[in-house]
């Protein structure tokens, strides 16, 4: 500004005939160019601040205090049977729901971390909020990008592990909202890196990345060791990076990073934006569902896996992580870097899931079959999980058809409209 010799006064131009600027300093120049930096002050900030969905306002989370930490503290003890005191971000998540209760049942102290933002119907994030209360589970409403908020609760708790299910989710969605992939799932997740690689002692972190990283692979069942530089979404090109900038955190500071490649998780307490979710609540109500095929009708494929076979396999993941090397910021020796394939290993048609819920719902669907569209979705997927088996004692139990019949149990009962709510 100075340099262009404005005026202090605004409105009062006195022309400086010795600038060079000066034949263009005319007032309503002036106006339109205050306007303009206004304008681009304000794109700043709305970009800077811009919440996890683009629906919602910024939003400001309070905590703090004696109460809020002796709430944590409280939450945070570890009980008879337990050993571990774990953070889990995106604890009112459908997964990080299921694996909180599981480790409180087990002994485990647990803090719950949440931003309960609108990406899905906020109510049932508080619905399962109030389940982890139940079960003593403190649930914090806090964003993982609030670096002060997660320094806080280290400072608080000596946390020996970290369960990372925060992210956005959704493949289809990142075209919509790819601001959101970026300030969650990697923004977020380096903030969490930068924290816990600075914590005295640095927790061991488990995380949950996608099968999505298989991207446009052709060879099944997806190993571990195939190559993963295909995504063909931008929610499946964050989790990719995450894998890389865990490598870079466990090199440079000697974190122990566990990261788990979750196949189509489903269950009681599911994410209403997947298909097997609003496929149900449109098959009752009579709406149409689209069911997407591949060239020459071929059908599309999921490796569908069940939330308790999920959350098993995450509990193994904790229960085998080795603890972080480092101290003090600094890596003292090399530490432990996993990723393990967590499905189902038998993919489903999603005109098989479709018929499985007709049968469930005893409704019939009014279907259209309609070529898949260009949306970040791959045909298939299918896992190999010999490595999950051996190293995490992981084996998955529940096939498509017992899993949703639990879910459309669940579900029947949730939306029924009385005041009954399911419980654990
Ligand atoms: O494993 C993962 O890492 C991911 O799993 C999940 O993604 P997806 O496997 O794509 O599940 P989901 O949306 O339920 O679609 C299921 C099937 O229905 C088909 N589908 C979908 C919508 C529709 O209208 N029609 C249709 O046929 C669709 O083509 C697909 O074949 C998680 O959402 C994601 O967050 C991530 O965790």
Redesign the pocket.
């Known amino acids: 500004m100075s340099q262009l010799n404005l005026p202090s006064t605004p409105g009062k131009l006195k022309p400086d005939k010795f600038s060079p600027y000066s034949h263009r300093l005319r007032p309503h120049r002036i106006t339109l160019f205050s306007t303009l930096l206004l304008a681009l002050v304000l794109l700043f900030f709305y970009i800077s601040y811009s919440p996890s969905s683009s629906s919602s306002p910024p939003r400001r989370f309070l905590w703090g205090g004696p109460g809020w930490e002796s709430q944590v503290r409280s939450s945070a003890k570890v009980r008879s049977g337990g050993r571990f005191t774990v953070l889990v971000t995106g604890a009112a998540g459908f997964v990080g729901t299921h694996v909180s209760l599981a480790l409180k049942r087990r002994g485990d102290g647990v803090i719950g971390l949440d931003n309960f933002n609108d990406y899905y119907d906020a109510k049932l994030k508080r619905d399962r909020r109030s389940q982890l209360d139940k079960s003593g589970i403190f649930v914090i409403e806090g964003d993982i990008n609030d670096r002060e908020l997660l320094e806080k609760l280290f400072d608080v708790v000596p946390f020996t592990h970290v369960m990372h299910l925060a992210a956005q989710?959704?493949?289809?969605y990142a075209m919509k909202n790819p601001s959101s992939y970026v300030h969650s799932n990697i923004a977020g997740f380096v903030n969490l890196l930068e924290v816990c690689k600075s914590a005295n002692p640095q927790p061991a972190i488990v995380w949950?990345s996608?099968?999505?990283v298989y991207g446009l692979n052709t060879k099944v069942p997806f190993s571990e060791k195939d190559r993963t530089d295909r995504p063909a979404s931008l929610?499946?090109a964050t989790?990719k990076a995450g894998e890389e900038i865990a490598h870079t955190y466990n090199h440079i500071y000697g974190l122990s990073i566990t990261g788990l490649?979750?196949?189509?998780?489903?269950g009681p307490w599911g994410?209403p934006?997947?298909?097997?979710?609003?496929?149900t609540k449109h098959i009752l109500s009579g709406k149409q569902?689209?069911?997407?095929e591949g060239p020459n009708h071929r059908s599309?494929?999921?490796?569908f896996t069940y939330i308790d076979d999920i959350v098993k396999g995450c509990l193994g993941a904790l229960d085998t992580a080795k603890k972080s090397t480092g101290s003090g910021g600094k890596k003292r020796g090399p530490a432990q870097l996993r990723v393990f394939n967590l499905g189902n290993t038998s993919p489903v048609p999603?005109t098989r899931?479709v018929s499985i819920l007709e049968k469930l719902l005893k409704v019939k669907a009014n279907k259209k079959l309609m070529p898949?569209p260009s949306n970040g979705?791959?045909m298939?997927?299918h896992a190999n999980i010999s490595s999950a088996q051996r190293e995490l004692g992981y084996k998955p139990t529940t096939d498509l058809e017992t899993g949703l019949k639990k879910f459309v149990h669940w579900y029947l009962k949730y939306y029924s409209g009385s005041k009954k709510r399911s419980s654990w």
Request: charged share 20%; glycine share 2%.
């Open positions: 989710a959704g493949v289809r949950a996608s099968s999505s929610y499946a989790k490649r979750f196949f189509t998780v489903y994410r934006d997947m298909a097997y979710f609003f496929f569902i689209e069911i997407f599309v494929a999921r490796d999603v899931l898949m979705d791959v298939f997927t």
